[in-house]
T-cell receptor, first 111, second 114 residues
């Protein structure tokens, strides 16, 4: 069964303090790993799709990387507006029509 | 540029009442999904549809029914609401199975069953 585990559950950083969020996954043949951002009271917003180990994607202060067992979302010199919950999700060959979400990491950036 | 629109945004139901949540998308997406989000449990798939006239069960389908009579609309029904169905419900859509852009989500419906 496809499974996604995110850590830590919550992370508080000072503005400018870089860090990484982890997404460990178990899937029967990865067809895509997704990162989303969710602000309070809103739906998730798509950030990245990664398909194969070694792949990297960047957007502003965020960089997502992928290995065969996990993905990292690196946040460089974060700002308070980066505060949000970050969700990881995977699509495997056994669940090609749908993706499975992790429970997310709640990120808070203090000014 | 509406994307995915969910109605209503908030609703309070009494145990045993019924209601329908409406999801509409204007992106001509084939695939549509209903998720519920509970604290500490992440997003869990209730039902999904791979095209007009089709529906399929997800991870937690019990107590819910869906219909996709038109490509742009996906309805989620609760026939007899229970307190365990208190949650935030999200609708999402995608162009295809291997969409590079993942899902587009609506802003959610916060449902409380008392």
């Amino acid at each position: 069964e496809d499974q996604v585990t995110q850590s830590p559950e919550a992370l508080r950083l000072q503005e400018g303090e870089s860090s990484s969020l982890n997404c460990s996954y178990t899937v029967s043949g990865l067809r895509g790993l997704f990162w989303y951002r969710q602000d309070p009271g809103k739906g998730p917003e798509f950030l990245f799709t990664l398909y194969s180990a070694g792949e990297e994607k960047e957007k502003e202060r965020l960089k997502a990387t992928l290995t065969k067992k996990e993905s990292f979302l690196h946040i460089t010199a974060p700002k308070p507006e980066d505060s949000a919950t970050y969700l990881c999700a995977v699509r495997g060959y056994s669940s090609a029509s749908k993706i499975i979400f992790g429970s997310g990491t709640r990120l808070s950036i203090r000014p | 540029n509406a994307g995915v629109t969910q109605t209503p945004k908030f609703r309070v139901l009494k145990t045993g009442q019924s209601m329908t949540l409406l999801c509409a998308q204007d992106m001509n997406h084939e695939y549509m999904y209903w998720y519920r989000q509970d604290p500490g449990m992440g997003l869990r798939l209730i039902h999904y549809s791979v095209g007009e006239g089709t529906t399929a069960k997800g991870e937690v389908p019990d107590g819910y029914n869906v219909s996709r009579l038109k490509k742009q609309n996906f309805l989620l029904g609760l026939e007899s609401a229970a307190p365990s169905q208190t949650s935030v419900y999200f609708c999402a859509s995608s162009y295809g199975q291997l969409s590079n852009y993942g899902y587009t989500f609506g802003s959610g419906t916060r449902l409380t069953v008392v």
